[in-house]
């Protein structure tokens, strides 16, 4: 599984069609303008105010915002440092989750999801979802399992993972912060993280690895 950049183009199959990592400096004001049907902005550092041709909204780190049908926007920093990820693509009504997440080695590793076969350094579980997920990485570097294929990570890096398919990040380099987006929920639509275990099988999509 190829991971893709900001201006490169992902996978067929990909409902995430671009994003951005958008840094803003306080009072800094960038504009954009409309790419995909649909687009969510989600704040991953400091304070941002988008401003809408009706109003504007604060974003706070963590919080996520899915923006009408607009030509154009704008945001403004309102911190000393900013930062928003632009996601753009054609996702449905029915979403899993979107956020924030943070991964360090751990020296007493804890898995909770399925047995893996090979070494971990971290307490993230394998699992797998009911929906395509993309892992956008803000910081640090490490490793990911999907299936059975691994794949080092870093900085700017967008990982597509396929409805069905199972995967891990079992070892870091440097601690990672990155964006998680969930996209359309399928099939039995369960939500979060789901085992083999606990959950039964999982409904993969083929050409998704």
Known sequence: MPTFRSGQIPPEWCELRSFDILELAEGELIE????????????????????????????????????????????????????VVRLSGHWGNELGGCGIFRVAHDEHPVNRGDPVTYPKSTS?????????????????????????????????????????????????????????????LQDAKRVGHLWLHTHGPAEAKPGRI
Request: glycine residues 8%; contains cysteine; charged residues 25%.
């Open 32 to 83: 954009q303008e409309r790419r995909q049907r649909k687009e969510r902005l989600i704040a991953t550092l400091g304070t941002t105010q988008l401003l809408l041709a009706d109003g504007s909204i604060i974003l706070k780190e963590n919080q996520f915002f899915d923006l009408p049908p607009l030509a154009t926007w704008r945001l403004r920093g309102c911190s000393a440092k900013a930062e």
């Open 124 to 184: 993230v579980d394998r699992h797998f979802h009911d929906c395509d997920e993309y892992w956008i990485v803000l910081e640090g570097s490490g490793t990911v399992v999907i299936e059975d294929r691994s794949m080092a990570v870093s900085v700017g890096d967008c990982v597509p993972l396929g409805m069905g398919h199972s995967h891990d990040l079992p070892a870091v380099t440097v601690p990672i912060k990155a964006v998680f987006f969930e996209t359309t």
